[in-house]
């Protein structure tokens, strides 16, 4: 398996993004690296600003293009002053995930992403619910329970770019909460 | 029953005979969070429990007072209250609001409005019902839709039903205890305060909003209409039988030992008339298109089965005043303000319409004791309005700071749920939406209307 990669980068962060977004526009990268804060991806951001001394920005590129990414990091411009901190290796990615609508176009929605995941991505100990109940059928007062649920929660793990496209994927649908995305490093 | 049995009554009942009272209402408040497919299947059972836990002791313990006074609560309160409900309820789930509005900020919040208006003619329940389907056809295609719901909340489901008894169950309650029909649009200032601002943020924070959506995904208006319009005359007939039995005096008959006005039987009759009458005369149709059952009015007849027969020690206890057994609590009400947050503050996470009546009773217990509640009621209008201008807008008001406050609040949330609109969690509800919206507008109002 190829491993993503992490840079952890020293700099003002505004900057990091505003220049790798240049970067990625103009050499067509769009769509190999992430920024992991706007991706939702757990960073421990205090604990990394004391261990670095300071704003770090982590980003997350895949396996094929981190040589390129890398050399642009280092290569920025003046004024730029950037610092890969840390370089490291991220085997797979994964987060949880849980939902419960009472409506069922929704529910189809939800149905429709977990259903055709990214290569290299699963739902793990995906246990989903559907219960019909016709007695609720109807406004309700004082008893407004659902005449139909469909409810679940699982692990979304495997390939990086993969569970960032399902969470976000899931994070649009109303119903459905995610976590963080927190990830495996190699050793 | 004289004023003196009640007080000596009430003066004799320890404060433990009102647990059965308070378990009612937390059952009515946390099972439909904790446990609500639970609660769907078992709330009869749940009420029945509640009300012998309370009506077997009561009934070993004072005999024929207690059979006087249970069979006194059914007839006098109980039954003319759900006959009123059922007859607006049945008549309006006849009035069908048909296309759609574009979602547009000034069409939502002419809903709004329209919606606050209507509460106070057709009851809170019924306004929301007419109303709260057409709004989510209107705001389908919007991302931000949530708040619109809440607003509505706010003002149709609870705000709007303030100005006549027939909007909001406590001001009925306060109807049959002698308080007159039109005695409520002395609450009309306090509404508009309340509305107004409301109405202007939600169209600020709509309009907001709006212009961040995408043009692209807008959606397209259809001509509006209205189907079963003679469910308006109908409700007009309500109207007038309520009023009539405010000002017309035929006399009194007894049934079981209770002694009840003849023209209070009339309005009653009256009120089924017309909705048998309703039932008869609207399409199949128009009922479909409403989700029309029974099921919300069976569960407020089942309900409130429970609540009158478990609030019968507590309304004795209170009516002895310093007498009873609730002493601190009405030593804690001692001023209009006072009123205004204790019926208010129990009308956010209990049911208001007991609430109401609790204080109702608090406030003639402390202001006029001893004295028979038809003369007792006139006095505290002529010399004290502003405590029951108080407890009125406590429980009307802020029954819409929580999700459990007042009847509809639930209903409309699970309506749009299932709508496909992921509302507020209970506490988001609140700390969200009713402590930085309602609350300061509530300390306000306070100080403008209360002293």
Known sequence: MSHYAEFVIHGNDREIVAYLKGFAAGSGLERAFVFAAEAGFHTGALRERIKHHGDVTHVICDAPHRDRLRAAIKQAPPPFEFDIKEERKIERAYFPFSFETPNRKTAEMIKAVLGSLPKGVKAADYSPHEVTDPSARGPEVYSPAHEYTFSGRGVIEGDVLGVVETRHALMDIEFTKCDEISVHHAA | ?451
Not at chain 2, 419 to 424: D, R, V
């Open chain 2, 1 to 451: 029953m004289t004023a003196a049995v009640e007080h000596s009554l009430g003066a004799t009942l320890a404060v433990w005979w009102t647990l059965p009272f308070a378990g009612m209402l937390l059952s009515i408040a946390l099972f439909p969070l904790f446990a609500p497919r639970w609660w769907h299947h078992h709330y009869p059972k749940v009420a029945l429990a509640w009300a012998l836990v309370l009506a077997v002791p009561f009934l070993i313990e004072h005999r024929g007072e207690a059979a006087h006074e249970i069979a006194h609560v059914l007839l006098a309160d109980y039954v003319p209250f759900i006959v009123l409900l059922w007859a607006l309820y049945t008549v309006s789930s006849g009035i069908l609001l048909t296309g759609t509005l574009k979602g547009a900020p000034g069409q939502n919040v002419l809903i709004l409005a329209s919606g606050t208006l209507l509460a106070s003619w057709i009851g809170t329940t019924g306004a929301s019902m007419v109303l709260i389907r057409p709004l989510l056809r209107a705001i389908s295609w919007r991302k931000h839709r949530a708040h619109t719901v809440v607003f509505f909340i706010f003002l149709v489901s609870n705000i709007g039903g303030s100005l006549t008894p027939l909007g909001d169950p406590p001001l009925f309650l306060g109807f049959l205890h002698h308080v007159p029909f039109f005695w409520t649009l002395h609450l009309a200032p306090a509404t508009l305060f309340l509305a107004v601002p409301l109405l202007t943020l939600f169209y600020l924070l709509d309009r907001r909003y709006y212009r961040r959506e995408e043009a692209k995904s807008r959606g397209t208006a259809e001509v509006m209409g209205i189907r079963g319009w003679h469910n308006f005359l109908y409700l007009a007939g309500i109207v007038g039988a309520v009023l009539l039995s405010g000002v017309w005096r035929i006399g009194e008959t007894h049934i079981l030992g209770v002694e009840l006005k003849i023209e209070g039987l009339v309005r009653d009759a009256l009120l089924v008339v017309l909705g048998v009458l309703s039932l008869k005369t609207t399409s199949v149709g128009v009922h479909r298109a409403n989700q029309f059952s029974w099921g919300p009015i069976r569960e407020v007849a089942i309900l409130f089965a429970g609540i009158f027969v478990t609030i019968i020690p507590a309304l004795a206890i209170l009516k002895a005043g310093e007498h009873g057994a609730l002493r601190s609590l009405i030593a804690l009400a001692d001023s209009s303000r006072s009123y205004f947050w204790l019926t208010g503050g129990l009308s956010s996470f209990l049911d208001n319409a007991p609430t109401y009546l609790t204080f109702f009773n608090a406030a003639l217990g402390d202001l006029l004791p001893n004295l028979p509640e038809v003369e007792a009621v006139p006095q505290l209008i002529a010399m004290h309005h502003h405590y029951l201008h108080a407890i009125s807008c406590g429980a009307v008001f802020m029954g819409a700071n929580t999700y459990i406050g007042n009847a509809p609040n639930f209903m409309v949330k699970s309506i749009a749920e299932e709508a496909g609109i992921e509302m507020p969690s209970f506490f988001g509800y609140i700390f969200k939406y009713s402590i930085p919206i309602l609350i300061p507008l509530f300390l306000l109002a306070t100080f403008v209307f209360f002293d």
